[in-house]
C-alpha cells in the first residue's frame, strides 16, 4: 500500500496547452498558442525570446495577474486556470513574488520602510532587515529611493518581493534597465534568493548570456516553447559574459 508521504510531489507549476488570444475589435493575437511548461519546486528558470514571442503572457498568467484562453496552469497540483478574482488574489498575496524591469519604489519612504509596508500584511513574514541582508543591502536601509542606484534600488524590490517568503518569485527583465556591472549584482542576489530561501524563480531575459545561470532555460518564439534545455553546469553571475 502506497502512503501519502511517499507520494511524490507535484512540479510547482504544471503547464499545459496554455493559449490566450488577445482581442482587441477585429484584431486577435494569438500571445501563447499551446505552451506546455513544468518548474519544479526551488528550481531557476530563465525564460528567452524575442519581443513579442509570449513571456510576459506566460508569467502574467501563472502570477494569477491574468486569465488563459485556454489550457491547464497547476500550483502544485491545484488548477488556476479558471479560478475566480477572489481565489487568483489570495493565491498572489499568499504565494507569489513580483519582480518587475522599473522597480516602482515609493520615493518617499526608505528602503526599509518599503519592505516593510510588506511585512506588515503579510501572513509569515522575514523582517524587512533580514530581507534586505539577504540581497546585500544592509548599510543602506535608512536610504530613500533617489539616494540608491538602479541596481539597489532594484534589489530593494527584490527584497520587498521575498519578504513575505513566496514560494515562487517571477522576474519580468530584471535586469533590463541596468548596465552589466549592476545586472550581475542584481541577477547574484536573485541566485543567492533563490538558494536561501528555495523559492521557484522564473527570470524573463532578452540577454542569452544569462541562460547559463539556471537550472533550465525555455526557449519562447511566436507563443510556444522552441526548446527546453537543462543546464547541467550551472554558472555564477559574475561568469556572465553580457
Ligand atoms: N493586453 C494585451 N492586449 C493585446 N495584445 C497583447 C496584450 N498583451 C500582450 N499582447 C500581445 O501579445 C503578444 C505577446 O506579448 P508578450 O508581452 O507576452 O511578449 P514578450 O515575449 O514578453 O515580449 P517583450 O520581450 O517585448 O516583453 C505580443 O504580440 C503583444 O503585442
Given at each position: 500500500m502506497r502512503h501519502e508521504a511517499d507520494a511524490p510531489m507535484p512540479p510547482v507549476f504544471q503547464i499545459s496547452g496554455l493559449t490566450k488570444i488577445y482581442r482587441t475589435g477585429d484584431v486577435e493575437v494569438r500571445a501563447l498558442n499551446g505552451v506546455d511548461l513544468t518548474l519544479e519546486s526551488g528550481e531557476m528558470a530563465v525564460l528567452l525570446g524575442p519581443s513579442g514571442s509570449g513571456k510576459s503572457t506566460l508569467l502574467n498568467i501563472i502570477g494569477g495577474l491574468d486569465r488563459p484562453t485556454s489550457g491547464s496552469v497547476k500550483f502544485k497540483g491545484e488548477e488556476?486556470?479558471?479560478?475566480?478574482d477572489r481565489h487568483l488574489t489570495a493565491y498572489r498575496r499568499d504565494h507569489v513574488g513580483f519582480v518587475f524591469q522599473f522597480y516602482n519604489l515609493i520615493p518617499s519612504l526608505t528602503a526599509w520602510e518599503n519592505v516593510a509596508l510588506i511585512t506588515e500584511v503579510a501572513s509569515k513574514p522575514m523582517s524587512a532587515g533580514d530581507a534586505l541582508a539577504l540581497v546585500g543591502l544592509e548599510s543602506r536601509m535608512n536610504h530613500f529611493p533617489a539616494q540608491l542606484s538602479g541596481g539597489e534600488q532594484q534589489r530593494v524590490a527584490i527584497a520587498r518581493a521575498i519578504a513575505k517568503r513566496p514560494e515562487v518569485l517571477l522576474c519580468d527583465e530584471p535586469t533590463g534597465a541596468l548596465d552589466s556591472a549592476t545586472g550581475i549584482i542584481v541577477l547574484e542576489a536573485l541566485a543567492r534568493v533563490n538558494e536561501e530561501t528555495g523559492a521557484t524563480t522564473a527570470i524573463i531575459t532578452h540577454n542569452a548570456g544569462i541562460r547559463k545561470i539556471a537550472h533550465r532555460v525555455y526557449s519562447f518564439l511566436d507563443g510556444r516553447i522552441a526548446s527546453c534545455e537543462l543546464n547541467e553546469e550551472r554558472i555564477k553571475p559574475s561568469e556572465v559574459s553580457w
Open positions: 488556476l486556470a479558471g479560478a475566480n
